[in-house]
């Protein structure tokens, strides 16, 4: 009975699969795709085609200060660029906007450096003006030039990675 080993191995890997996606990340909308977790409990925002683009994730200190981080399409290890700044752009509501930046932040442990970095942080407190909604005028990530990004942002999402 050669048949029934092959059976069972056949529905070991439906109910193995269950839920999950091809990368084994939890669908949790039942849909085609699947979600990462924001490694540090920030809002996650995509640059570029899911898989092949990179992430930012915005997190709030508990400072009130923001960090932007740069991860790579699954959200599983950092990315370094090399600019030297952030700017975001939001509107004020009154018809002019404002620019919030967030520069490089270098790290002797882990030998990040400003023009080698994977975060960047504001400079001024924004817990006082949540929510942010605005756009991310010019980003370059490992030769890809992203513009005009999009994002939202209420604060952290309370979500992490461990909670995955």
Not at 61 to 67: A, V
Request: contains cysteine.
């Amino acid at each position: 009975m050669k048949i029934f080993p092959t059976i069972l191995l056949a529905f070991s890997f439906c109910i193995g699969s269950c839920g999950h996606d091809h990368d084994g990340h939890e669908n949790s909308s039942g849909s085609k795709g699947h979600s990462h977790a924001p490694p540090h409990g920030g809002v996650l925002v995509e640059l570029g085609e899911h898989g092949s683009g990179y992430n930012l994730e915005l997190f709030l200190q508990d400072q009130g200060f923001l960090q932007v981080y740069v991860w790579d399409a699954h959200v599983d290890n950092l990315v370094r660029i090399k600019q030297q700044k952030l700017d975001l752009i939001i509107p004020d509501g009154n018809g002019t906007d404002r620019t919030l930046t967030c520069a490089a932040v270098g790290d002797a442990a882990t030998g990040e450096t400003v023009g080698n970095t994977s975060l960047f942080a504001s400079s001024e407190t924004i817990a006082d003006q949540l929510p942010l909604k605005g756009v991310i005028p010019n980003i370059k990530v490992i030769g890809k030039t992203y513009e005009n990004v999009s994002f939202e942002f209420n604060g952290n999402s309370g979500v992490h990675e461990d909670d995955h």
